[in-house]
T-cell receptor, first 114, second 113 residues
């Protein structure tokens, strides 16, 4: 079983739609959860970071973590064509130690059309 | 993104060639990473350097050889690669081995013929 599962898509939505991106994971030790955005021909950039369960909101983006279900989500409200990118989920069990490595999903390719 | 630079951006090489990828970070970080990104696969962590010491090597074939001469520079030396090694190679850095603070470079798109 893979550590992190993420549907690669592609996902295509009209401008203004609410987008929901999800990942599931198997390791109950994960407690740091991240979403990265990767534009074409660029490296990933950190978009959202959450610790343990709960919600975190930043502008049009909301990250949710449900540790009981081992399920994380990223919601994008009022999606824009500039949101078109690949979104990678990532997670880790520990901070600042030799065990502090990131486990990534495959990424979901999102296109927002005008 | 200019905090971490990678050269070259594109590289085409034959299976018998020797080439090197270069990464430079301008962020004052002390940990650097090499990742491999293949289509439809998760990012694969290859090597981790912390304070110029290799602290992790995830069963990477010996045809990939990293070098970290100082905390700002990281190299990946390539020799006798296989076509399945074609991928995007990403460099990242962080202020410590804190997983949530990794900054990525733009990557080198490698094609092995």
């Amino acid at each position: 079983q893979k550590e992190v599962e993420q549907d690669p898509g592609p996902l295509s939505v009209p401008e203004g739609a609410i987008v929901s991106l999800n990942c599931t994971y198997s390791n109950s030790a994960f407690q740091y959860f991240m979403w990265y955005r990767q534009y074409s021909r660029k490296g990933p950039e950190l978009l959202m970071y959450t610790y343990s369960s709960g919600n975190k909101e930043d502008g049009r983006f909301t990250a949710q973590v449900d540790k009981s279900s081992k399920y994380i989500s990223l919601f994008i409200r009022d999606s824009q064509p500039s949101d078109s990118a690949t979104y990678l989920c990532a997670m880790s069990a520990f901070r600042g130690s030799t065990l502090g490595r990131l486990y990534f999903g495959r990424g979901t390719q999102l296109t927002v059309w005008p | 993104e200019t905090g971490v630079t990678q050269t070259p951006r594109h590289l085409v090489m034959g299976m018998t060639n020797k080439k090197s990828l270069k990464c430079e970070q301008h962020l004052g970080h002390n940990a650097m990473y090499w990742y491999k990104q293949s289509a439809k696969k998760p990012l694969e962590l290859m090597f981790v350097y912390s304070l110029e010491e290799r602290v992790e090597n995830n069963s990477v074939p010996s045809r990939f050889s990293p070098e970290c001469p100082n905390s700002s520079h990281l190299f990946l030396h390539l020799h006798t690669l296989q076509p399945e090694d074609s991928a995007l190679y990403l460099c990242a850095s962080s202020p410590d081995r804190l997983p949530d603070t990794q900054y990525f470079g733009p990557g080198t798109r490698l094609t092995v013929l």
